[in-house]
């Protein structure tokens, strides 16, 4: 039964039917399904299709932009069971989407389960600076900072970011951690990077075991 609402709701965030994604969305909370359920069997695997769709040129960009407003509307509803867990902070983790690329899904998921899982986040949001990145880790001293990057063209602003917290001296006082669709363990690698999660929860076991 939980499969079958969870599949429906899939399909309602792809069609771009907003009254029956918030029909089904309610009925997969009021079953019990999990939130993280409702994201990973549902909203990511949705957002998944909807990347086919879009490269293969049946979605233009106003139907992505809808259906992540459907998929953010729904975000919204599980997002406060994400993010609630124990509350005394076991790191500071600070998170941003990289100069130049407005994606910010991903990140958000991330930000939610660290916050989930007792981590405080300073999340800087979308299309962030490398010098903004250093500004803020000296403001609020992270002991981690992640970045994100959906576009070929943005990932090497991981790397700028890198070079210029070790330019200022800084590098060896943060890890970086980074993700995002094109990002590979390989990039990580070649950047100096402390290391890359391929999806949102190996993200967290990345950090749990960076600060432990
Ligand atoms: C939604 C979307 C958009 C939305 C973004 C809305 C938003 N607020 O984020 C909008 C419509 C705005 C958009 C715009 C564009 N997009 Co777009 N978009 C997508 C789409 C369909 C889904 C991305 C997504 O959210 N996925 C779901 C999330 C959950 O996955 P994720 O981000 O990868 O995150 C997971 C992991 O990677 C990881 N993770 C992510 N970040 C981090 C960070 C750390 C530290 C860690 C550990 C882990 C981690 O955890 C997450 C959860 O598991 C993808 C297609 C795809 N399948 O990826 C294209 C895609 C990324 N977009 C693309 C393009 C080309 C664009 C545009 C240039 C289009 C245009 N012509 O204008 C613009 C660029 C705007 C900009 N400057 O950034 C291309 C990129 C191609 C490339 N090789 O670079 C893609 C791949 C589509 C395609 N197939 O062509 N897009």
Do not use: M, S, Y
């Given at each position: 039964m939980s499969e079958e609402i969870l599949k429906k709701l899939e399909d309602a965030v792809v069609e771009i039917r907003m009254d029956d994604a918030s029909d089904f969305m309610n009925q997969a909370m009021e079953e019990g399904i999990s939130g993280v359920d409702i994201l990973n069997k549902a909203l990511?695997?949705?957002?998944?299709r909807v990347g086919v769709l879009f490269r293969d040129g049946d979605y233009f960009l106003p139907d992505v932009l809808m259906c992540v407003n459907i998929y953010n509307q729904a975000f919204q509803l599980i997002e406060p069971e994400l993010k609630a867990g124990d509350y005394e902070p076991?790191?500071?983790v600070m998170l941003g989407t990289v100069k130049g690329d407005t994606h910010d899904i991903g990140?958000?998921?991330l930000s939610a389960l660290l916050q989930g899982n007792g981590y405080e986040v300073i999340n800087l949001g979308m299309n962030v600076p490398a010098e903004t990145f250093l500004e803020e880790?000296?403001?609020?001293?992270?002991?981690?900072i992640g970045m994100s990057a959906l576009l070929t063209t943005t990932m090497p602003e991981m790397k700028n970011?890198?070079?210029l917290f070790a330019k200022a001296g800084l590098r060896d006082q943060y890890r970086f951690i980074i993700?995002?669709?094109p990002v590979?363990?390989?990039?990580?690698?070649q950047i100096g990077a402390d290391g890359y999660g391929e999806e949102a929860q190996a993200g967290v076991n990345l950090v749990k075991s960076l600060i432990a």
């Open positions: 990511v695997t949705a957002l998944d076991k790191g500071k990140k958000n998921i880790a000296q403001k609020t001293n992270p002991d981690i970011t890198i070079e993700g995002g669709a590979t363990q390989d990039f990580a690698n």
